[in-house]
């Protein structure tokens, strides 16, 4: 649960869709907007408190 005066965004990219659930999951917990990496502006980050960033891994 969010602090009212903390501003946080996730931003993720997803190859298969399983980051995706998971930056949702995450954003929802702390009632922040998530977008994926392509869609983000740079005012999107100003005066952000936290950013959380997913990526798809490849082995």
């Known amino acids: 649960m969010r602090s ?3 501003k946080a965004l996730v931003v993720y990219d997803s ?3 399983n980051t995706e659930k998971i930056a ?6 702390l ?8 869609d983000v502006k740079a005012e999107d980050l100003q005066a952000l ?3 959380i960033v ?3 891994t490849q082995a």
Request: proline content about 8%.
């Open 4 to 6: 009212d005066s903390m």
């Open 15 to 17: 190859a298969f869709g």
């Open 24 to 29: 949702k999951i995450i954003g929802e917990s």
């Open 31 to 38: 009632d922040s907007p998530v977008k994926r990496a392509v």
């Open 49 to 51: 408190d936290v950013l």
């Open 54 to 56: 997913g990526s798809p």
